[in-house]
């Protein structure tokens, strides 16, 4: 789950659907989605053997 959602569904009852008081206990991570398209780009990466994009 996101970041955001991660808090939403520690918050209350509703929200956690019940799962709150765990979740509160014992923690939740949110992670972020996607990827940075700049790092992990196949036309320049160095560790990339052949280079290649959306058009090859």
């Known amino acids: 789950v996101s970041p955001y959602y991660a808090q ?3 918050s209350t009852v ?3 659907v019940e799962l709150d008081n ?3 206990k014992t923690g ?3 992670i ?3 990827m940075d398209v700049q790092e992990w780009n196949p036309l ?5 053997t052949v280079k290649y ?3 090859t």
């Open 44 to 48: 320049t990466d160095k560790h990339t």
């Open 22 to 24: 765990i979740i509160r």
């Open 8 to 10: 939403e569904l520690a």
């Open 28 to 30: 939740i991570l949110g």
């Open 53 to 55: 994009d959306a058009s």
């Open 14 to 16: 509703e929200k956690g």
């Open 32 to 34: 972020v989605n996607g």
